[in-house]
C-alpha cells in the first residue's frame, strides 16, 4: 500500500484592495450580477463572471426552479454562455461571488460538485486551465490557479471508455 496526498495551494488576499486592478474588477462584475440571479427558494444569490481568452467578458448568476433540483448554479451558466457564444474559446479567470439575503457575505465560497467537474471538464475540452477568483461581498478573496486542482480525482471522458 502507499500513501498518496493531494495538496491545494491558493493565494488569500485581506481584501479585494490587494488584487491586480484586471482582477479586482471581475470580481466586481461577479458581485454586481448577483443581483440578476434568480433565487427565491434560497435567497442565496450567486454571481460569475469569467474573462475569455479572447479578452470578452461573459457572466452568469444561479437559476433556480420550484422543482428542486432543477436549478443551474452561476458556473454553469456562465460556462454554457461561453461555450454557446465563443465555441472553443478557453477561460482565462472567473470570478465567483455572492449575496446572502439571510446572513453576511464576508468569506469566499468554493464552487459546489457538479460546479467543479463542469469546470474541470471545460479546462480539458478548451486545454487551458481557468483561474478561481473568490470573494464575498466583503472580506478575504482567494484565488486558484486552476480550477481542476479542486477535484483532484475527477470522472473523466477517459473512464468512459
Keep these: 500500500m502507499q500513501h498518496k496526498e493531494f495538496r491545494l495551494t491558493y493565494e ?4 479585494d484592495a490587494e488584487l491586480a486592478p484586471a482582477d479586482r474588477d471581475l470580481l466586481e462584475m461577479a458581485r454586481e450580477v448577483t443581483a440578476h440571479a434568480y433565487a427565491p427558494y434560497s435567497r442565496f444569490r450567486v454571481g460569475a463572471a469569467a474573462r475569455l481568452d479572447n479578452g470578452e467578458i461573459i457572466t452568469g448568476t444561479n437559476q433556480e426552479n420550484a422543482s428542486f433540483p432543477v436549478g443551474i448554479c452561476a458556473e454553469r451558466v456562465l460556462l454554457s454562455a461561453a461555450a454557446a457564444r465563443y465555441p472553443g474559446m478557453p477561460v482565462k479567470s472567473i470570478a465567483i461571488s455572492y449575496f446572502n439575503e439571510q446572513g453576511p457575505a ?3 465560497i468554493s464552487p459546489c460538485g457538479i460546479c467543479r ?3 474541470q471538464e471545460f479546462e480539458t475540452r478548451t486545454g487551458q486551465p481557468i483561474r478561481l477568483i473568490l470573494g464575498g461581498q466583503t472580506g478575504p478573496v482567494y484565488v486558484i490557479a486552476q480550477s481542476g486542482s479542486l477535484l483532484p480525482i475527477a470522472f473523466v471522458a477517459d473512464d468512459l471508455t
Design 12 to 15: 488569500e488576499y485581506a481584501s
Design 106 to 108: 464576508e468569506r469566499p
Design 117 to 119: 467537474q463542469s469546470l
